[in-house]
């Protein structure tokens, strides 16, 4: 069923990465449309692009579905950069009609103020050794083909999706130090700009919930986690992952299905009992014998 929200956030889809659900996004874009659409970083994946990196059609489907949104709905597009597209060094501050390029933006909304940003400015690893940070993304991508194939074979087994990243980055202990410090340091942020929440993208974990006055959202990803930040328009902020929204509508679908069924089985009980309860036709020795009676 298609919804239309007030607001919706993306960041990360990493697109010329073989990683990039391009096409899952599309298609959530199709049933969900919105008045502004922030596009918050990393959409396209510049580093892969330069080394070995390939650009699919479905990549190119998903600035179509964005100019079909812009055309349609009247949509506001905000494109603000992330480490990953940081070519839009080159052309930002950009706004061409309902389409615009910033570094960051703030965002009112029901008498609040949030501060979108993609995030990376506030790692001090992607901003000061550079170098590291692309040495990691390559073990990232490493790790990412892993995941593809060790799914693959899950998948020919009847096994759900798992991500063996996400579980890795629960497990290890810096990633999860590193994780609480670059919350604790954006909401800092957003005090200092008298914000009352912040949104932001960069570290792959979605996330929506209060940190102490500050209201903190984290779109996720659109290579793993596959979510999106929603605002409705009485401004309430929920997370919306593409894979329970594909069965939340595959229920809704059983549920139809099994209800028809339900309604031709007892049609066909019914129609069975009136026939049941009636007289049967004449034999055809009988109608002989009737129409000689009247010869």
């Not at 919804?3 to 096409?23: E, F, N, P, Q, W």
């Not at 603000?80 to 390029?101: A, S, T, Y």
């Not at 909304?109 to 990691?136: C, E, M, N, P, V």
Request: proline share 1%; aromatic share 12%.
């Amino acid at each position: 069923m298609a919804k239309h929200y007030k607001t919706i956030v993306i960041s990360d889809v990493h697109l010329g990465t073989r990683g990039s659900k391009a096409k899952e996004l599309v298609k959530f874009l199709k049933k969900n449309s919105c008045d502004n659409l922030f596009l918050n970083g990393d959409i396209i994946d510049g580093w892969q692009l330069k080394k070995s990196g390939v650009w699919k059609k479905k990549h190119t489907r998903f600035f179509m579905r964005i100019m079909k949104m812009m055309e349609k709905h009247q949509t506001k597009v905000f494109y603000l950069r992330g480490n990953h597209d940081d070519f839009l060094d080159q052309v930002l501050p950009l706004k061409i009609g309902n389409f615009e390029i910033a570094k960051d933006y703030f965002y009112h909304s029901h008498g609040k103020r949030y501060y979108i940003i993609h995030g990376d400015i506030f790692d001090s690893i992607t901003t000061q050794w550079t170098w590291l940070a692309k040495l990691g993304d390559i073990g990232y991508t490493f790790l990412l083909w892993l995941n593809h194939h060790y799914n693959r074979r899950r998948r020919k087994k009847g096994l759900p999706y798992y991500s063996l990243s996400q579980v890795i980055k629960a497990r290890v202990k810096s990633a999860v130090s590193f994780i609480d410090d670059f919350e604790q340091h954006l909401v800092s942020i957003a005090r200092h700009h008298n914000c009352n929440g912040i949104i932001c993208g960069h570290i792959h974990q979605p996330a929506n919930k209060m940190i102490e006055d500050i209201h903190y959202l984290n779109s996720g990803d659109w290579v793993e986690s596959l979510t999106a930040l929603a605002e409705d328009e009485n401004g309430k902020w929920q997370l919306i992952t593409y894979c329970e929204e594909l069965m939340e509508e595959e229920e809704v679908e059983k549920k139809g299905n099994k209800e028809w069924e339900n309604l031709l089985q007892n049609s066909e009980e019914e129609e069975n009992t009136t026939m049941s309860r009636e007289e049967l036709p004449l034999s055809v020795h009988e109608m002989i014998k009737l129409t000689d009676k009247f010869e």
